[in-house]
């Protein structure tokens, strides 16, 4: 269903040749994959400036909830690489918060990967 970015060169590449959204406190890097068949792969980027341990893994549990939601019951998110960052003040926000965010974010990046009709 979703798979996991690992290597450094999946980030590289995501660096280079993504497209980066960005909403307050949560960023959304995406470079779409060349092949239908790769799907979806995410990486959550917590730094410690959000908080403590329990705090950084609380949010990246609640991203993975959001984007595993959007993907289930959404099925227009295009495949491809995302990173998703957050910054300080994220911690203080709610899920409903974080998946209107996440939608916005996503509403762009189709507008920007959708062939012109």
Do not use: W
Request: contains cysteine.
């Amino acid at each position: 269903m979703i798979g996991r970015l690992h290597y450094k060169r999946d980030f590289d590449n995501l660096r280079i040749n993504g497209k980066q959204v960005k909403r307050r406190l949560i960023s959304v890097t995406f470079n779409p994959s060349d092949t239908c068949s790769d799907g979806v792969r995410v990486a959550f980027a917590v730094g410690r400036s959000v908080g403590g341990a329990v705090v950084r893994n609380r949010i990246k549990r609640r991203l993975r909830g959001v984007f595993i939601q959007m993907i289930t019951t959404n099925n227009s998110i295009p495949s491809g690489d995302y990173l998703i960052r957050v910054f300080p003040g994220v911690e203080k926000k709610s899920f409903v918060f974080l998946s209107e965010k996440l939608e916005e974010i996503f509403e762009d990046l189709r507008k920007d990967t959708d062939p012109i009709v």
